[in-house]
């Protein structure tokens, strides 16, 4: 069983402060990570990309990628009550998938 | 990004029925994705649709209870049969963005099933 875990909170964080989101995966294959946001009622909404060991920041998010731990990561900065969602972390699994197997999701709440 | 129109948007259908939803993609995908959110979770990967084969099925998920068809490139259709409450879902369609490998995968707007 291909496995994606996160912790599924609520995590609470102050607004301004930075938010950390992580998520581990089972399938030492997994060549694509993907952290989506889901707002309540609505469908997903792709966030980050990562493909390669390190980190990539796009305006106030850092992915950050570690394959030897199996390890996936979601930075916010400057958290805003907008922010306020679930964050669901997404991997493609090795051996030739192409579809996303999806973590449970964690709530995050930034609290004004 | 591909835009993606999937309807109806919501159904209360009655149990023993079925319902047939639509994912019309504004350009020429190769694979096309079906999922399946029950309330309070995440997302679970239903089939794969390429068009001109065959819908590959997740474990836990068989034809004869989602018959997916794929006629051409930008067209996708799920059936939910022989309904009964557990499959009371959102159910989302998905593309991969051309080219392949480019940054991630486009998700319609769901389609809220609520079987009674």
């Known amino acids: 069983q291909k496995e994606v875990e996160q912790n599924s909170g609520p995590l609470s964080v102050p607004e301004g402060a930075i938010a950390s989101l992580n998520c581990t995966y089972s399938?030492?294959?997994?060549?694509?990570f993907f952290w989506y946001r889901q707002y309540s009622g609505k469908s997903p909404e792709l966030i980050m990309s990562?493909?390669?060991?390190g980190d990539k920041e796009d305006g106030r998010f850092t992915a950050q990628l570690n394959k030897a731990s199996q390890y996936v990561s979601l930075l916010i900065r400057d958290s805003q009550p907008s922010d306020s969602a679930t964050y669901l972390c997404?991997?493609?699994?090795?051996?030739?998938?192409?579809?996303?197997?999806f973590g449970k999701g964690t709530h995050l709440i930034i609290q004004p | 990004s591909a835009v993606i129109s999937q309807k109806p948007s919501r159904d209360i259908c009655q149990r023993g029925t079925s319902l047939t939803i639509q994912c019309q993609v504004d350009?020429?995908?190769?694979?096309m994705f079906w999922y399946r959110q029950q309330p309070g979770q995440s997302l679970t990967l239903i089939a794969t649709?390429?068009?001109?084969?065959?819908?590959?099925?997740e474990s836990g998920f068989v034809i004869d209870k989602f018959p997916i068809s794929r006629p051409n490139l930008t067209f996708s259709t799920l059936t939910v049969s022989n309904m009964s409450p557990e499959d009371s879902s959102i159910y989302l369609c998905?593309?991969?963005?051309?080219?392949?490998?480019?940054?991630?995968?486009?998700f319609g707007s769901g389609t809220r099933l609520t079987v009674v």
């Open positions: 998905s593309v991969e963005p051309p080219p392949p490998g480019a940054l991630g995968y486009t």
């Open positions: 399938d030492r294959g997994s060549q694509s």
């Open positions: 990562i493909y390669s060991n």
């Open positions: 997404a991997v493609i699994p090795g051996g030739g998938a192409d579809g996303l197997t």
């Open positions: 350009s020429q995908v190769t694979m």
């Open positions: 649709a390429n068009q001109g084969s065959e819908a590959t099925y």
